[in-house]
């Protein structure tokens, strides 16, 4: 693949937004649009983004509707319609993106496969720390800054590693299987179309995997790129994570596997049958 589409979903945190956007900023490949993917966000949200379309390079679309609570499923299938490339590259407004993050999926794209990234989770201290600066400079990159700064001295700082070698070596000899995650993973805009996109049934918890898990049942195979694509995940409270809901989308997932379910009724369709984006 030559280009991709980054699809950022984003609900009220232009603060962590605008340092997000910091991070694509400085991409060592700038073959790459971004559309962003608003589930309601206030004006705050909007002038953030204009201003980034107004004064950097990136090329960026701004995709919105109407707070109704929470309906990520239905904002990440309008982005997908409305995402320019045939390659798609899903992360959250709280994953700030290593320089060579883009590249990484870029270079190891295959048909029949998406490729499951990595993250490391910064403490609380270290998120509110990290500056302008700091992702200018690929700091929060760097194992030595991040301890100093407050972060944990433990074997996950290693995915930030540059190290060719052991990158691969542990990318092939990890447990964690590869997985849809919502924060770093990509994939082609066909295999995604194919499976009728996200199950707009879902809430929050395991509605990425739900799309993942349909994927697999197609046979799209997952690809384990967990220590070659990195971002950081800054620290925040989950007000929406409810027990309940949880536990309804656990038992669709369960249907999906049990079943081998492929196609989701209610999904990308419904906005296949219109010219614009509903």
Not at 57 to 83: P, R, T, Y
Not at 132 to 148: G, P, T, Y
Request: aromatic share 12%; proline share 3%.
């Amino acid at each position: 693949m030559d280009k991709l589409s980054v699809v950022i979903t984003t609900y009220n945190k232009p603060e962590w937004l605008s340092k997000v956007l910091l991070g694509y900023s400085v991409q060592t490949n700038p073959n790459f649009e971004i559309v962003i993917a608003d589930d309601g966000s206030k004006e705050e949200t909007r002038e953030l983004i204009r201003w980034y379309q107004e004064n950097t390079s990136l090329d960026i679309q701004h995709v919105w509707h109407e707070d109704s609570g929470f309906q990520k499923c239905v904002i990440l299938n309008k982005a997908i319609m409305a995402s320019k490339y045939d390659y798609l590259l899903f992360t959250d407004d709280d994953c700030v993106p290593r320089n060579d993050f883009v590249d990484v999926h870029l270079q190891n794209a295959e048909a029949g496969y998406f490729l499951s990234g990595g993250y490391l989770k910064l403490s609380e201290e270290v998120t509110e720390r990290v500056t302008k600066e700091d992702i200018f400079q690929q700091n929060i990159f760097n194992i030595k800054w991040l301890v100093e700064n407050g972060q944990a001295r433990t074997f996950k700082l290693s995915k930030v590693s540059r190290f060719g070698f052991y990158t691969s070596l542990m990318n092939w000899g990890t447990p964690t299987r590869p997985t849809w995650n919502g924060h770093n993973v990509s994939g082609f805009k066909s295999d995604i179309i194919s499976v009728n996109g996200y199950n707009e049934d879902m809430n929050y918890g395991g509605l990425d995997r739900e799309l993942g898990e349909r994927l697999m049942n197609k046979g799209i195979k997952g690809r384990q790129i967990r220590y070659k694509a990195i971002c950081v995940h800054l620290d925040h409270p989950r007000p929406y994570k409810k027990k309940d809901l949880m536990s309804r989308n656990r038992a669709i997932r369960d249907r999906v596997i049990k079943e081998r379910i492929v196609f989701t009724p209610n999904g990308i369709d419904k906005y296949m049958k219109s010219d614009r984006i509903i």
